[in-house]
């Protein structure tokens, strides 16, 4: 849409609703947010070509909040993401780059509640025998991502997705370390 910012809502000129202004990175299409955290933000894109095929994008922009080092971050977040491959219990991770301004990780959009919210949701919480089996898809994903040469440094409900067909999905690789550099910090 010529003359508006891309990733913001905007006055129509005609009716004043507001709309969102998409943009486009390489063969995907940023549709609308999702969410937001300290330094970015995240969106759902679909793949212009077959809007059938859903991803998000985490977007960092330079700004008050996020400097280069954020967007370095971000970048190594990506690069980590990538090395894990295909995996049935961890998000897939299909580009990264810059943006002139920040930069940007596109996954998979996994649809389902967090683990936070499946729990939140029953007053008397999640019975143990299905506990067991997320545990165990999440355990199997902390396998994976250990064998890459990684630790896994923010596991926590909000970073498991259950997905429709009841297995967990992790999310979020901000605080992964190499397994290197872990022993190094500890010295």
Partial sequence: IK???????????ACGCLFFVPRELGEWLILRPLGS???????????????????????????????????????????MAKSF??????????????????AYILMDYVVGPT??????ANRLGIHPEECVYYVLDVVDALARIHECGYIYRDLNPSNIIIRDEASAVLIDFG????????????D
């Fill in 175 to 186: 605080l992964c370390m190499g397994i290197d550099e872990s022993w190094q910090e500890r």
């Fill in 85 to 102: 491959g295909e995996h049935p219990n961890i998000v897939k991770t299909y580009s990264a780059g810059r943006l002139e301004d920040g």
């Fill in 3 to 13: 003359g508006c910012s891309p990733l913001t809502l905007q006055g129509c000129p």
């Fill in 37 to 79: 955290g300290g330094m970015g933000h995240v969106y759902l894109a679909c793949v212009r070509q077959d809007p059938k095929i859903r991803g998000c994008a985490k977007i960092v922009k330079k700004g008050p909040n996020a400097d280069e080092s954020a967007i370095q971050h971000l970048l190594l977040e990506a690069e």
């Fill in 115 to 120: 683990f936070l919210d499946k729990i939140s």
